[in-house]
């Protein structure tokens, strides 16, 4: 038998689909389909899924077992860019969300770390954090967009509209919903880590609207606590148990790591495009979700732990049901889909090192410890200064104030710390006076680091670690952080009719999405993008579907 029977059944299934979608192609065209514009609400609506920690292969791995209406509307009846990977080093939640939505690295849009040390505040603060607001429960500071050095699609969008067009974000985690969304978002939505309510804070407006505090108050999030999560096979993934005894952020850890999360997170969204009217305006309207939980399940387990192909196709399942519902309620022929990811992850250093490839775990406290052991040793021999404020295996944040205390200038720290760096371990490193001269050499590598300069954060270094090297936390497994490819290769990927469906392999970067998308709009692309148009996979105005 040349083909087993469910490569047969794929081919099959497969073809049915790309003739419907191509019938559905040349009904439009007979219609009279135009070059879309937002200001005539064509699209009516445009829907950007960005899955944390979603690394480039992923849909390659799973492919065989995907379902028909998920990601196999990107794979197979879209345009999807196989070869796509950031140009930067600092590969974190925070700056891959910004670059997303801005299309700029960080030395355009400024953020380069998911924290940094806030001098006028003098302590670290996460991205985003911002006192001028408040959260909407009243528990402390709220989180605003207002840390952005450059506006992103949604802003051009509402600038293009006169503000007609309506722009959501929404998130587990306040970063991927606060820079996404923009300066002019609507609203911008994250979860109580404590709980899994909904917030927001005051930036957006000062009381929830009536549907999302019912919402809160009807128990929904509660009743994902003691789920089990099986895979398609049925055996048991794992289990959502509650705690005897509350802690802090319980919800977020415990449940933001099941699919159960993915639900929540999807649910939220359809009723934000039925609350909010989503898709019924005067001009294209635009919904940002980024599911959190894949990025949790693998700090805690790593890409290659059984659990997370099981948590792929879940999120397969959830997608197709998702837009299953935005085609009945809009039509998907009035939407485009688009997809990405915020970075990729590198492999768990125990499983890379049972396969004989050069690894180390560095522990965040241990590998802290040792650089600011070497910096007493140069400038406080016998003495135990605090010449860090924190540390990973990429960011290095130090004690300015112990630095000048010292009379050691901040180019001359950041050097130190650099060198000290090297002693344990590190291949190199780049400071930040270096990089805001602009001085790196002309190499892959040093392109990177300069598109990961932020005027942000005081005295910083940036190391370049070996590869399969990664600074965890206690209980962690893997992470990201790095410029090797694990780390930048994410998916872009589209679906819709202006997008002619194939497997694109030509060079592409995350920040060649809105530049896609601004120019098939016919809005402006933000203020300091840096993408390209991915013309390749356009469909021409008047071209029959084939």
């Not at 590190?426 to 990961?452: F, V």
Request: hydrophobic share 40%; with cysteine; proline share 6%.
């Amino acid at each position: 038998m040349l083909f087993p029977p469910q490569a047969v059944n794929y081919c099959r299934m497969k073809t049915i689909l790309q003739r419907t979608f191509a019938v559905l192609l040349v009904c439009l065209a007979l219609a009279g389909f135009a070059p879309a514009s937002a200001y005539d609400a064509q699209p009516k609506l445009v829907v950007i899924i960005i899955i944390d920690q979603f690394r480039g292969d992923y849909l390659d791995r799973v492919h065989g077992q995907l379902g028909q209406g998920g990601f196999r509307l990107f794979t197979d009846l879209g345009a999807h860019f196989v070869n796509c990977n950031y140009n930067y080093a600092n590969t974190e939640t925070g700056p891959g969300h910004a670059t997303l939505f801005t299309g700029a690295y960080s030395d355009g849009h400024g953020v380069f770390a998911n924290e940094w040390w806030d001098g006028a505040r003098k302590k670290m603060v996460p991205v985003g954090s911002d006192d001028t607001v408040k959260l909407l429960d009243g528990t402390g500071a709220g989180f605003s967009p207002r840390v952005l050095l450059a506006d992103t699609i949604g802003d051009e969008l509402k600038l293009s509209t006169d503000n007609k067009s309506r722009v959501f974000a929404i998130s587990l985690k306040p970063r991927a919903a606060v820079l996404p969304g923009g300066y002019t978002a609507n609203a911008a939505y994250w979860v109580d880590a404590d709980n899994g309510h909904w917030q927001t804070s005051t930036y957006y407006m000062n009381a929830l609207p009536d549907w999302v505090a019912k919402l809160n108050a009807s128990g929904k999030a509660e009743g994902y606590w003691n789920q089990e999560w099986k895979n398609a096979s049925g055996k048991v993934m794992g289990n959502a148990r509650k705690p005897a005894k509350a802690g802090i952020a319980d919800w977020y850890n415990i449940v933001g790591k099941t699919p159960q999360a993915n639900d929540y997170e999807l649910e939220f969204a359809r009723d934000i495009i039925e609350r909010e009217k989503l898709g019924e305006g005067p001009t294209t309207d635009l919904l940002i979700v980024s599911l959190s939980a894949n990025d949790l399940l693998g700090h805690a387990l790593g890409p290659n732990a059984p659990q997370m192909p099981a948590m792929i196709l879940a999120t397969d399942r959830q997608l197709s049901s998702f837009f299953s519902f935005i085609g009945q309620r809009i039509g998907l022929a009035n939407v485009w889909l688009a997809l990405s990811s915020d970075h990729g992850v590198g492999p768990a250093p125990e499983y890379a090192a049972s396969l004989k490839i050069p690894a180390a775990d560095v522990r965040f406290k241990k590998l802290g410890e040792q650089v600011n052991a070497a910096l007493n040793a140069r400038f406080s021999p016998g003495k135990n200064v605090s010449y860090l404020r924190a540390f990973s295996v990429t960011n290095v944040f130090l004690n300015e104030d112990a630095f000048t205390a010292a009379k050691i200038k901040e180019e001359d720290a950041e050097h130190a710390a650099g060198e000290a760096l090297k002693q344990v371990g590190m291949r190199g490193y780049y400071t930040r006076s270096q990089l805001a001269r602009g001085e790196a050499p002309n190499t892959a590598e040093g392109i990177q680091y300069l598109h990961s300069y932020s005027p942000y954060g005081g005295w910083w270094v940036l190391s370049v670690p070996p590869p399969f090297t990664v600074s965890l936390w206690e209980g962690g497994q893997a992470t990201h952080g790095t410029p090797y490819f694990y780390d930048t290769h994410v998916p872009v990927a589209f679906f819709g009719l202006p997008f002619e469906p194939g497997t694109y392999r030509t060079h592409c970067e995350p920040v060649d999405m809105v530049a896609t998308l601004a120019s098939l709009l016919g809005i402006n692309a933000p203020s300091k993008e840096v993408g390209r148009v991915l013309t390749e996979a356009l469909r021409q105005p008047g071209r029959s579907a084939q």
